[in-house]
């Protein structure tokens, strides 16, 4: 029910039980085509394997709901399932010599990594929408506001090129994530397997090759999760300040969607998109320092740490793709009221006094490096 | 999928979107019938409000999921529907003189009592096995250790003493959350309705009447998230100690259910309840800061930190609650090895020393005031 | 430098290394006359025990400094220097048969205690402050503001009733950690000591005898950090108000302090104690995290989580201390602009309709309530 | 006193009030001499400004303290501090155009650098103990343990090669913080400066050029703070490792340093390093959320989020200074006893199987990665 704010948008989808049992299934299925063209075993057991790997919806979550609940792990439920819908014959070389963190470790990666599909899709409309905005009010005037007083003329152009700057800003570093933390993790049972299984299952699968398998030295998800939660931030200042100049009493701003009619008082038009994505984005925190938290493993694998990270990212990514799509509607359908802006600062204390000299020179500024990070 | 582990037992049955619809039909029907006796709306639309309310499978989760996504709360669209099911007569009086968040609020509360009796079953059961480990093991000598370094012979039966006191905290706060912070919200659009209306729907519910309305004062749900997160730490005390009593080189302690094999290696019998009950720990600290986050609202209502707290508060229950289920599991099939337990006290620096004179005479004193605390 | 804002008032200095210290002298000397009562001591040692630890400043807080550095405990240190300064004939019965966590725990809640003295000060002012305003204005007519849109009227004494409700209520909390949360932590290495030490010892310091000690069931230091917690959120929800309707397009309240020039504009006036309010609630939710997490502990003493917990609940405290302050501050020299009240509501959508019924009678129950809270 | 604990090593000396009114005193003269540079004020009115500002000394820490108490920051009173020692002619050119943001924001970048050089010595010093610990015991078997349950064997050369990855991993992006987002702050009152003094402040100052001043998108702060987090995640990580290697029962590897002996048990030697790290560790996740929670601000200048983060970010760094300095200390004087290994090995349910096929060529790998990550 709560999904309509809390999962909004296409990212959620790639985040379902059935996308984290397509995920195994993948990795699984890139194993056993790695150890096939090592030689570990027989092609036709990789081609069997894989075959059977691409059928997912063979597969039911209730057999990895019980491998859950008996052994913390969905793997020793999806491997003997996949053994018996491989045969007699293949059976032997599924998940050879791979561990249940292997599998779960590496599916979460390329859960994320599909995950980030839609939610680029998203930031750049959002980040275009506020391109077009900056470029549009690149010198309409409205009164700046410091510690919520009134404080100096600038223009909405600029108010529109910081928000401009922070998805930018926030592009670069999940692109970051996109290209250099989402590695595969396969090290078997205690992290000594040859570098060479991880690296053919890496190019499989389109995933980061690793120095090592980070089964327990959690850099990768820890920064992963870092850097949605500071997406989360740049959306959550946007919303803010939506929330803020749509105020009654300052009407810059005003959503455009249809949402926003109150329950109670028919005058209200309230500000669907901008609470929606703030309460998407104010339970990121705790979600990020939850993952931090995970980083402090025992030996070889977490007893309880490890198993804390599936739920928090998941939700975690959640929430980000959520807030995501709600400021691309906002941004998208924003409307500015600029007589209004016009009356303010006529009213403001400073009167109308010009902008700072350097505000258009920032919007270009802001306009050009915007065009160089989303081609 | 990952509910297996996040979502054991009761608990969670009680936090799903039917039981929040039926809460708020509940939180519906309480009003009319509370607006009746005070002779605000006739007896005759109560009546057949209440009659509505209480067929929860005749309304769809799918009209409050539209209705979040337009108004940012499922309850516009509830009321709506509920106007239509009523028929002509009593439409108008359905929802009288209330706001989304009089129902969201005080719907929150009951999906919150109604979960609690089960954690409350699994709580106790969890404290009854401690309990019973305790006085069974009142004069078991087993080596103490602190910073994980053997110190002096101890028992564990005062080692289990603790875990019983550490539950029996824990019961004693969520009791008075249960009485005291459970409270109804109903104060109209900006607060100021009449109070006798909060105390009929009180009364009806039988949930507590608070001094004022508190849509914009949290501290009801932000010290229930406290509580629920204070339980999960002593949780997550008892399924530590067990993970590291497990360890194969100390073997004091073994789980006894079916479940903790491994896909990988089948010497090993993994201490599967207690890591599930610590990832479900692990989630909840960040759980509650984003709830006392959510504190800092605005004017009559919050524009995103109320909407926050939703999913937060049912995920930090649904992980306390697993978490109880859990720890019940634990302690009611822990496996207590008195043989190892001896000799690893004779290996001890220490050697076999005696326990602490105090010890038994603790051992009871914790027994006694568990007697006291659940009849 | 920043404690200008993070330590402002008195709590701050209840926090010192010289009040840590000064706490576990007492501690040392309420031991040796316990024990001396006990019988376990000769009177005159512990007299003399008592008598040197009644001059902490005989003491330097660098032997202290040293201790922990090297043993990650400062009482190592300290017993040594109290064995030194009461002579050959006293020192075996120092510290007799306590561990470094029995005088930290202990002591941290002497520190505690001791801090919220000024604590309670600041707050019974500030909610005095509260009633004085909802008195004064119950009856002064405002509009609402739900989701930061202009929503019904109602009064401005409603408006500061809610505050003064929630301070209450925070206290009402407060007062239960103070009289039931503050325990002593006497139990010797590993627990098991004859609770009659801690007896005598919580009647020599005025702290809560406990069942057991609760070196590692920390629901005593965690319940206390909840309950901080949500003291800091309802004074951010106060200050957060503040800065919005003194927004300069809003005006209805105004800070009253010589606080709040501009350093680049003159015209402004800023919201400092408002804003400094803010700045420490906001970093609380986070420490209360960290408290809940530090609830995993290892045996009989925790290796890290409990180092952890004194630097927490220390910054924790005084930065509630001092958003105490603020807020008094705050509320005792708010200004309330009546006159733009009304003309806000004039302009409002609703126009000046009437405030709700109840809100007088909301205000009056608010005041009575909170005359019955603080006597 | 607790900083024994929390404020190890030379990371903290960098973070103290003095190292930041050195860093706001620099602020003030990079500005001087830049706007001499665009000849918008006269040179030699910049050469006596930088002259005065190089004597911090003369300066008093209390001026800023109450600057902060009155205007919520400390800038308001340098400038008027500044403004008297530069003498008449050059006063009206100090702080030319600048706000108490640029100056605060810009100062925090620069003690940020300046914290890092200390830190980095720290990190690679550990790294390069670590290297070594993995370089010398490449081929020592020990069992490895999933879920603190005996699994397989593997070597301590390979355990402590994942430890130099994380190592090696958080420099890397701490390297990045460092060199990409440690930049300056200077917009003026709305943001709105002409680029062109950002620039020449950012040559002066050795601090990068942004492409718009980041007064309320605080991508910088709250990544910088994300990555020590992690940081601080991998230094817990391996203190964790060692307290459980430590284990009276394990006894593999022992603490080397002076420190360690406990007060009541002359028996134990406590692992000091590593619990203490972890008591810093433990904090860090609650200070990153704070941070993150910080960006949501309002406007041209956050009311309080702002004023939030000048606490959280220095403690926060001070904390992993402080981690790191114990990490350092620990992995150059860890004692490894591979008699133990071979023997809980030869226990183990496995026996004394090989440990896996990889395990030396990982070590090699991470070995070569650590030579190319560290110059």
New interface residues.
């Given amino acids: 029910?709560?999904?309509?704010?809390?999962a909004?948008g296409e990212v959620a989808v790639e985040l379902t039980?059935s996308a984290?049992?397509r995920a195994m299934l993948d990795v699984e299925a890139a194993l056993a085509r790695t150890l096939a063209e090592l030689g570990a075993i027989p092609e036709p057991a990789a081609t069997r394997i894989a075959e059977v790997c691409s059928h997912p919806d063979h597969f039911s979550?209730e057999t990895?709901?019980?491998?859950?609940?008996?052994?913390?792990?969905?793997?020793?439920g999806l491997?003997a399932a996949l053994r018996t819908a491989v045969g007699p014959e293949a059976a032997e070389h599924v998940?050879g010599g791979?561990?249940?963190q292997d599998v779960v470790d590496t599916a979460m990666m390329l859960v994320v990594r599909r995950a980030l599909v839609p939610l680029f899709a998203d930031l750049d409309a959002a980040g275009d929408a506020a391109a077009r905005l900056a470029a549009a009010h690149r010198d309409t005037p409205m009164i700046?506001?410091?510690?919520?007083?009134?404080?100096?003329?600038?223009?909405f152009g600029?108010?529109a090129?910081?928000?401009l700057?922070?998805l930018?800003?926030?592009r670069v570093?999940l692109v970051h994530v996109r290209d250099a933390e989402l590695a595969v993790q396969i090290g078997?049972?205690?992290?000594?397997?040859?570098?060479a299984v991880a690296a053919g299952v890496a190019a499989e699968l389109g995933l980061v090759e690793p120095?090592?398998g980070?089964a327990?030295?959690?850099?990768h998800p820890?920064?992963t999760a870092?850097?949605l939660?500071?997406v989360?931030?740049?959306l959550?200042?946007i919303?803010?300040?939506v929330?803020?100049l749509?105020?009654?009493?300052?009407a810059e701003l005003a959503e455009g969607g249809?949402?926003?009619?109150?329950?109670?008082?028919s005058?209200?038009?309230?500000?669907?998109a901008?609470?929606?994505?703030?309460?998407?984005?104010?339970?990121?925190?705790?979600?990020?320092?939850?993952m931090?938290?995970?980083?402090?493993?025992?030996?070889?694998?977490?007893?309880?740490?490890?198993?804390?990270e599936?739920?928090?990212l998941?939700?975690l990514l959640t929430l980000v793709g959520s807030a995501t799509a709600w400021a691309r509607e906002l941004l998208e359908h924003l409307r500015v009221d600029t007589a209004r802006m016009a009356a303010?600062l006529a009213q403001?204390?400073?009167g109308s006094a010009p902008?700072?000299?350097?505000?258009g020179?920032?919007v270009d500024?802001?306009l050009a490096?915007h065009r160089a990070v989303v081609r």
Same sequence: chains 1, 2, 3, 4.
């Fill in positions: 029910m709560f999904d309509a704010i809390y909004r039980d984290w049992l979550v990895l709901d019980r491998s859950i609940a008996h052994h913390a792990t969905p793997v020793v491997v998940h791979a561990t249940s700046g506001r410091t510690l919520l007083q009134q404080a100096l003329p600038t223009t600029l108010y090129a910081r928000w700057d922070g930018d800003q926030a570093h078997g049972p205690v992290g000594g397997r040859d570098p120095t090592l980070w327990t030295i959690r850099v820890a920064l870092s850097v939660g500071t989360a931030g740049v959550g200042k919303a803010r300040d929330t803020l749509a105020q009654t009493e300052i249809s949402a926003g009619g109150s329950s109670a008082m005058h209200k038009h309230n500000p669907v901008a609470v929606s994505a703030l309460a998407c984005v104010r339970r990121t925190p705790g979600l990020v320092a939850t931090l938290g995970s980083m402090e493993s025992e030996h070889e694998r977490a007893a309880g740490a490890w198993q804390a599936w739920g928090t998941t939700e303010n403001a204390p400073t902008a700072p000299d350097g505000a020179a920032l500024r802001a490096a």
